[in-house]
């Protein structure tokens, strides 16, 4: 054999190995990258685990119920607990200490409460809107038919506290239509009010549409066009101090989804 012969051999031999080297390199190259990504895309829902503990409007019960039971099918071996009530009273337990993960209020000014001293984490993001209604007594026995009505001797009509977010709606609609209406009652949260009605023991509450919706055939409702000058924003927002960093946000995630849109539209609620 030449010499030339010898060289071009040799030559052929060692590109040989060095691209079998590369090939076997490459191959283990893909095949980690391969396990990383099934990894990570299995252990994104996996990761997900433990309770999440929503303080949310009273007029959310609902819709956030239902939801809650959603993530947890998405997500199994989570838990989604609520504590509904007045956002006024629900920020003052945030702010007080109480522990929680997540925080849906029925207006802005009650989240302030919450941002002002530094417990919530991030910026609030608005994920509805709600509008008021008249809710009266089935058939609407009174013939209540304007938010004037409500002031008629007589009449025993009933609203949310003015520092609770329907009850500040409620005084803002009033306002606009030149209206002054003494209840026989002040209640706490929207339920509180909407209950009464369905008693019996008031003849006409000023509620949300989506209480009036909730409530079925117990109450009629009534629509006056002052409450649009009293749309209530909602703000969802994650905690500082959350237990559950990952759940908490993939909560409100859930939320502000299309599916967690459909959901809330469909028990009344306005989107943002």
Do not use: W
């Given at each position: 054999?030449?010499?030339?012969?010898?060289?071009t051999?040799?030559?052929?031999?060692?590109?040989?190995?060095?691209?079998?080297?590369?090939?076997?390199?490459?191959?283990?190259?893909?095949?980690?990258?391969?396990s990383?990504?099934?990894s990570?895309?299995?252990?994104?829902?996996?990761q997900?685990?433990?309770?999440?503990?929503?303080?949310?409007?009273?007029?959310?019960?609902?819709?956030?119920?239902a939801?809650g039971?959603?993530?947890?099918e998405?997500?199994?071996?989570?838990?989604?607990?609520?504590s509904?009530?007045?956002?006024?009273?629900?920020?003052?337990?945030i702010?007080?200490?109480?522990?929680?993960?997540?925080?849906?209020?029925?207006?802005?000014?009650?989240m302030?409460?919450?941002?002002?001293?530094?417990d919530?984490?991030?910026?609030p993001?608005?994920f509805?809107?709600?509008?008021?209604?008249?809710?009266?007594?089935?058939?609407?026995?009174d013939?209540?038919?304007?938010?004037k009505?409500?002031?008629?001797?007589g009449?025993?009509?009933?609203?949310?506290?003015?520092?609770?977010?329907?009850?500040?709606a409620?005084?803002?609609?009033l306002?606009?239509?030149?209206?002054?209406l003494?209840?026989v009652?002040y209640?706490?949260?929207?339920?509180?009010?909407?209950?009464?009605?369905?008693?019996?023991?008031?003849?006409?509450?000023?509620?949300?549409?989506t209480?009036?919706?909730?409530?079925?055939?117990?109450?009629?409702?009534?629509?006056?066009?002052?409450?649009?000058?009293?749309?209530?924003d909602?703000?969802?927002?994650r905690?500082k101090?959350?237990?559950?960093t990952?759940?908490a946000?993939?909560?409100?995630a859930?939320?502000r989804?299309?599916?967690?849109?459909?959901?809330?539209?469909?028990?009344g609620?306005?989107?943002p």
């Amino acid at each position: 054999m030449t010499r030339t012969a010898r060289r071009t051999r040799r030559t052929l031999q060692v590109t040989g190995a060095g691209v079998a080297a590369l090939l076997a390199l490459s191959a283990c190259s893909s095949s980690d990258d391969s396990s990383t990504s099934d990894s990570s895309a299995s252990g994104s829902s996996d990761q997900l685990s433990g309770t999440v503990t929503v303080f949310a409007a009273a007029s959310l019960k609902e819709s956030f119920t239902a939801l809650g039971k959603e993530f947890e099918e998405q997500h199994p071996g989570t838990k989604v607990t609520f504590s509904f009530g007045g956002s006024d009273s629900l920020a003052a337990s945030i702010t007080g200490g109480a522990p929680a993960d997540v925080f849906a209020s029925a207006s802005p000014k009650t989240m302030k409460i919450v941002t002002d001293a530094g417990d919530a984490s991030g910026t609030p993001a608005t994920f509805v809107r709600n509008q008021l209604e008249i809710a009266t007594l089935p058939g609407n026995p009174d013939g209540i038919s304007t938010l004037k009505d409500l002031t008629g001797s007589g009449l025993k009509v009933v609203l949310c506290d003015k520092e609770v977010p329907c009850g500040a709606a409620a005084q803002k609609a009033l306002d606009a239509a030149g209206l002054e209406l003494t209840p026989v009652s002040y209640e706490q949260d929207v339920k509180s009010a909407l209950t009464k009605v369905e008693l019996k023991e008031a003849d006409a509450a000023v509620v949300y549409k989506t209480d009036v919706h909730a409530a079925g055939d117990k109450v009629e409702g009534v629509d006056f066009p002052e409450s649009a000058n009293a749309i209530n924003d909602y703000p969802i927002v994650r905690l500082k101090d959350t237990r559950n960093t990952e759940a908490a946000q993939a909560f409100i995630a859930l939320v502000r989804s299309s599916a967690g849109q459909k959901v809330l539209t469909g028990a009344g609620f306005l989107k943002p």
